[in-house]
């Protein structure tokens, strides 16, 4: 708790040495760590509570959904196939969202894999120096976006016992970022990639290796944020808060925590609260964001207001789309609680890793072969 409290302040203020404190800030800074010191040991029982299930939450939910997306979209922003998938998206993104073309699996990817995938490649771009700051915060504005495999597997058919229902969210919220994109292209120029700084081709096989290590590093600091948050609402339990309150608090704070408690709320408001917290994201979801972008010279607080309106324009369209299919609706089982399995897994995810798997072991025997042959 107490890195990231340093972390925090490094984030947000873009400064990294302990002299921007006055001598008022230093002394709040040591009674904060002290109290937290005091609190991790007099209510170490709850933390370990909270950290145990942060981690089953990870184990159950978030790795299984997002670490296949992660590589997959590794894979293909460094290879030759990010610009064989860009090509039929060539005229959507030069004229609607105002970018080069081989920028736009950048957004494919968002859509698909979940909240850091987008982040973590504009970050990668910037610090190959492809893109520019300014063209990445545009870019950042419609590319965090909830995964298809969380909303319908460890949602929709958790809560509702139906797919439907999370294909309703999953499509507003992709509906809100088109619209995004859109408006924050509107008079302003096509950005594109800078030619002079491509990075050379590189063995299949390497290119898979550097994706896996790069997204092992981005899933541990998402599940590092996810267990210190799900650490954290121990301690929010023992505020006097309504109910109700205590599920917002924890539904903005963190989204897939905030999912998990809506088991009790009625069948329509729950339909809104979980495009609510997955349209957001949730301030964890930031953080994560926050420390992908580290040295790229993005500011969050843009990213936050565009944030609101793609949070506002999803709850629309869901709310329309709600109100559109009401036989569809009035076939929904009621709302189930969410039970834990341990070693769940993600097909679609499955079936990614093991398509790439064929690939590395493909491309290494081909690269032995070439090899013995030059010998």
């Known amino acids: 708790y107490i890195y990231y409290l340093s972390q925090l302040s490094i984030t947000f203020t873009g400064r990294n040495d302990f002299n921007m404190f006055q001598k008022g800030n230093h002394i709040f800074l040591f009674l904060l760590t002290v109290c937290l010191c005091l609190i991790c040991l007099l ?4 933390l370990f509570d909270g950290i145990s299930y942060g981690i089953q939450i990870c184990l159950n939910t978030l790795i299984p959904s997002m670490f296949g997306f992660m590589i997959l979209s590794d894979f293909i922003a460094n290879s030759p196939l990010n610009s064989i998938l860009s090509k039929p998206f060539s005229i959507i993104s030069k004229y609607l969202f105002r970018m080069e073309p081989k920028l736009f699996p950048i957004f494919l990817m968002s859509i698909l894999g979940g909240y850091p995938i987008g982040a973590r490649l504009i970050a990668q771009k910037i610090k ?17 976006n909830c995964s298809p495999a969380f909303l319908l ?11 439907q229902i ?7 919220q992709v509906c ?4 995004i994109g859109i ?10 990639l800078k030619d002079q700084t491509e990075l050379p081709t590189t063995n299949w096989s390497v290119t898979f290796v550097n994706a896996v290590n790069h997204s092992t ?6 599940c590092s944020f996810v267990v210190i948050f799900c650490g954290l609402f121990r301690f929010l339990d023992l505020i006097p808060l309504s109910k109700d309150n205590n599920l917002i608090i924890k539904g903005l704070l963190e989204v897939t925590s905030g999912c998990q408690l809506i088991q009790d709320v009625s069948f329509f408001n729950s339909i809104l609260l979980v495009c609510l917290f997955t349209s957001f994201g949730g301030i964890c979801v930031f953080l994560q964001i926050a420390a992908l972008l580290n040295g790229c010279q993005i500011k969050m607080l843009p990213l936050l207001g565009w944030r609101i309106l793609y949070t506002a324009c999803s709850l629309l369209f869901t709310y329309l789309g709600i109100l559109t299919w009401k036989p569809v609706i009035s076939c929904f089982q009621q709302i189930q609680k969410v039970t834990f399995r341990l070693y769940s897994v993600s097909p679609i995810s499955s079936i ?3 398509i790439l798997v064929i690939l590395l072991l493909l491309f290494s025997q081909k690269s032995a072969r070439i090899t013995d042959k030059k010998k």
């Open 43 to 46: 209510y170490s029982k709850q």
């Open 128 to 144: 190959q120096q492809q893109i520019s700051p300014q063209a990445g915060q545009r870019l950042l504005s419609f590319c965090i």
């Open 153 to 163: 597997s460890g949602v929709s058919l958790i809560l509702w016992g139906n797919l």
């Open 166 to 172: 999370g294909v309703l969210i999953y499509l507003s």
């Open 176 to 179: 809100a970022a088109i619209l």
């Open 183 to 192: 408006l924050s292209g509107i008079k302003k120029p096509v950005f594109l």
């Open 217 to 222: 590093k981005s899933m541990g600091v998402v």
């Open 352 to 354: 990614f890793l093991i």
